[in-house]
């Protein structure tokens, strides 16, 4: 299979303005430049309150996981394992993204809606 390459950039700005103008810190995040994949993908998923599973199993290791909720109202759990298989859950809310890179392949994430059906977008890149 031949390699696929990712790269993610993250930025954050702190400022005191709604533009973001005259920021008081700016930073760069380049955590996951040397991400070499044999696979991954991204995918609208609905969450539903009752939680909906999402497979990880056509991979045997997981580099990142991102999921952004992109409802206008409401939150989205998503509960997954860790390497260690230890259970992990993140809340995000509205029209925010969680990133995750220590999830257990073999375990799969449930997106749990808070209040009503919630669709989110699902990137992942692994091995």
Do not use: H
């Not at 696929?4 to 700016?26: C, E, I, M, N, Q």
């Not at 609905?46 to 409401?74: C, E, H, R």
């Not at 939150?75 to 997954?80: G, I, S």
């Not at 073999?106 to 990137?123: Q, R």
């Amino acid at each position: 299979m031949a390699t696929k390459f990712l790269k993610v950039d993250v930025t954050a700005t702190l400022s005191k303005r709604s533009d973001y103008g005259s920021p008081k810190a700016k930073t760069d995040f380049d955590a996951y430049e040397s991400i070499t994949p044999t696979d991954g993908g991204l995918e609208l998923v609905t969450a539903d309150t009752g939680g909906t599973t999402y497979s990880l199993a056509k991979y045997t290791t997981i580099d990142v996981l991102i999921v952004k909720n992109t409802d206008p109202t409401n939150y989205v759990t998503v509960a997954f394992q860790n390497a260690a298989a230890s259970a992990q859950s993140q809340k995000i809310t509205f029209g925010k993204t969680g990133v995750f890179t220590d999830v257990l392949a073999s375990s799969a994430p449930v997106l749990t809606a808070n209040s009503a059906a919630v669709e989110c977008e699902v990137f992942v890149a692994g091995t």
